[in-house]
């Protein structure tokens, strides 16, 4: 990272897997997207060298949800899912207006954690750790591991 820093014709990087954590300690600042959930996937370079961190996965998440005719906002909406993928998708889905915002986690502790970590980073009222989906969910994001694999099973059931 030090040697990129002198590349004057480089704009920037894309971070992947394993890497994003420790990139954000690496670089000199973060912005809003990266400085909650301390993991960045895009470093942009200024021409003084400088290198900050943003997070574009969640924003990506809603961008892509929206591109396929699903609008978000005022949407009740269950995440599955609280690690960094479940985290940087929360943060993004209350900025962008849903109504209210359910987390369900496998360790429930870390739902708690998030729950409560979007609440205070957004000012979305309505968001809690719960136990399972709803059947009055809008939307239900699956952001756990599973899925990785064709053969994995969903990690809640869809019908009614
Ligand atoms: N931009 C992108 O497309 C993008 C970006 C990031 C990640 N991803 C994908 O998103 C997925 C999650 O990545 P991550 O970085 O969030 O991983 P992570 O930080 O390791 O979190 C994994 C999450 O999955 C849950 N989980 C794992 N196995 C489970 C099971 N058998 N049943 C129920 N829940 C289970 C974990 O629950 P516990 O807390 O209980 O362990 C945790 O909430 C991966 O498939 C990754 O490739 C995609």
């Not at 005022?74 to 900025?95: M, Q």
């Amino acid at each position: 990272m030090e040697g990129l820093r002198g590349w004057l014709n480089l704009s920037g990087l894309i971070v992947s897997i394993p890497h994003k954590e420790t990139m954000a300690r690496l670089v000199d600042d973060l912005d809003e997207t990266a400085a909650h959930s301390m993991s960045v996937n895009a470093v942009r370079r200024h021409p003084d060298g400088r290198l900050v961190g943003a997070m574009f996965d969640g924003t990506g998440f809603v961008a892509g949800l929206r591109a396929q005719g699903h609008e978000v906002a005022a949407r009740k909406v269950t995440l599955v899912g609280a690690g960094g993928a479940g985290h940087a998708i929360g943060f993004a889905l209350a900025r962008a207006g849903v109504a209210r915002l359910h987390v369900v986690n496998r360790t429930r502790e870390r739902g708690e954690r998030l729950a409560a970590s979007v609440a205070e980073g957004t000012g979305l009222v309505d968001v809690r750790s719960v136990d399972a989906p709803s059947p009055d969910d809008d939307i239900v994001v699956n952001a756990t591991s599973l899925g990785l694999k064709p053969d994995d099973p969903l990690p809640f059931t869809v019908d009614g």
